[in-house]
């Protein structure tokens, strides 16, 4: 089935930990993008990436990094967690990188940082 | 700076009709989205509006005014599979989505 897979489903790490979320699609989109969910916020955008071989930041980049080494993947790493990157971490994607695209979500991954 | 207000729960019958409002102010507009989002579940995409007015789909329907920075996600003949969370996004003038907090809305027998 076409989409967008995540993984792990949930973890729960030790802070100071490095940890790396996986994501990938097979819809051929151009543009992928991840997105933290926090209880009474909005999603927050962390980074994004228009086309393979380029990434941005996005509202809430700090302790996070991404790599776009080709379309399907866009793997987020945290380098160094810490308490308050516990949230629930979505990857979306979108076909075409100019105007406006509708996005795709992937299943999330819970992340539960002590 | 951008703001998307939206009402945190609302409570509604089976079988009846839920109107949930959002209002905005962001720096520039190029649309607005609505997405549902089931518990512990991927938010889900339901409508997209750019310009002002009504669009209908199915028991779903948007609407939209730019000039009040206002949209409102209309639910008909409420189903107890509704019961989720409805987000609303605007693309910014940067072509980025800013979410609203999202409205769970809980649908009574």
């Known amino acids: 089935i076409a989409g967008i897979t995540q993984a792990p489903t949930s973890q729960i790490l030790a802070a100071g930990r490095r940890m790396t979320l996986r994501c990938t699609q097979d819809m051929r989109h151009n543009a992928m993008y991840w997105y933290r969910q926090d209880l009474g916020l909005g999603l927050r955008l962390i980074h994004y990436s228009n086309t393979a071989g380029t990434t941005g930041k ?3 980049p700090d302790g996070y990094s991404v790599s776009r080494a080709n379309t399907d993947d866009f793997p987020l790493t945290l380098a160094s967690a810490v308490p308050s990157q516990t949230s629930v971490y979505f990857c979306a994607s979108s076909d075409g990188t100019g105007g406006v695209k509708t996005q795709y979500f992937g299943p999330g991954t819970r992340l539960l940082v002590l | ?3 998307i207000d939206q009402p945190t729960e609302m409570t509604a019958t089976e079988g009846a009709i839920v109107q949930i409002n959002c209002t905005y102010q962001t720096s520039g507009f190029n649309g607005l989205f609505w997405y ?4 512990g ?4 995409f339901l409508s997209y509006n ?3 007015g009504l669009e209908e789909k199915g028991r779903f329907s948007s609407f939209l005014s730019r000039s009040k920075g206002y ?3 209309l639910l008909k003949e409420l189903q107890m599979k509704d019961s989720a969370s409805y987000l609303c996004a605007v693309v910014d003038s940067n072509y980025q989505l800013i979410w609203g907090a999202g409205t769970k809305l809980i649908i009574k027998p």
Not at chain 2, 41 to 44: D, K, L, M, S
């Open chain 1, 58 to 60: 996005g509202e809430v």
């Open chain 2, 1 to 3: 700076g951008q703001n």
């Open chain 2, 36 to 39: 549902q989002q089931h518990a």
């Open chain 2, 41 to 44: 579940e991927a938010p889900t």
């Open chain 2, 50 to 52: 750019v310009l002002d």
């Open chain 2, 71 to 73: 949209s409102y996600l």
